[in-house]
């Protein structure tokens, strides 16, 4: 199948598919005798894992090493516990730090909810863009 069809199949953009063939995360398909990439059910296979990872998160390095073990099939999956436990880990903490910025937004907003003009607005007064009821001038 061409790339158009692929990029349809899997629900990625034609861009997407080259930049995972530059990356080496696919392999560069085979071309036809007009030029075009052929690609296989493998790689519809292959793309369907990268965009899973991806929706969950995952990195391009976090796939690599995820694909580079599919190569020992009868290997020990102990390294996929540790990259998968490395990646929780990460999205506990990226929870903790969305947590703490929509703490902070909401006591923002709070400020801002008892003033209804921009001189009482706490995000503008806490970050000193406005000074004696004037805007801040942005020197160059």
């Given at each position: 199948?061409r790339i158009g069809d692929l990029a349809k199949i899997?629900?990625?953009?034609?861009?997407?598919?080259?930049?995972?063939?530059?990356?080496?995360?696919?392999?560069?398909?085979?071309?036809?005798?007009?030029?075009?990439?052929?690609?296989?059910?493998?790689?519809?296979?292959?793309?369907?894992?990268?965009?899973?990872?991806?929706?969950?998160?995952?990195?391009?390095?976090?796939?690599?090493?995820?694909?580079?073990?599919?190569?020992?099939?009868?290997?020990?999956?102990?390294?996929?516990?540790?990259?998968?436990?490395?990646?929780?880990?990460?999205?506990?903490?990226?929870?903790?730090?969305?947590?703490r910025r929509e703490r902070e937004l909401r006591t923002?907003?709070?400020?801002?909810?008892?003033?209804?003009?921009?001189?009482?607005?706490?995000?503008?007064?806490?970050?000193?863009?406005?000074?004696?009821?004037?805007?801040?001038?942005?020197?160059?």
């Amino acid at each position: 199948m061409r790339i158009g069809d692929l990029a349809k199949i899997v629900d990625v953009p034609v861009a997407t598919i080259r930049y995972y063939e530059q990356k080496g995360l696919i392999e560069k398909p085979d071309r036809s005798d007009s030029n075009y990439r052929r690609y296989g059910s493998e790689t519809v296979a292959r793309l369907g894992f990268i965009r899973r990872c991806r929706s969950l998160g995952m990195s391009l390095t976090e796939i690599r090493r995820l694909l580079k073990l599919t190569e020992a099939p009868d290997a020990n999956c102990g390294e996929v516990d540790v990259l998968l436990d490395e990646h929780i880990s990460n999205v506990r903490g990226q929870r903790r730090n969305l947590a703490r910025r929509e703490r902070e937004l909401r006591t923002l907003r709070a400020d801002c909810h008892t003033s209804m003009q921009v001189r009482g607005c706490g995000i503008l007064r806490d970050s000193a863009l406005i000074t004696q009821g004037r805007g801040a001038q942005i020197r160059k």
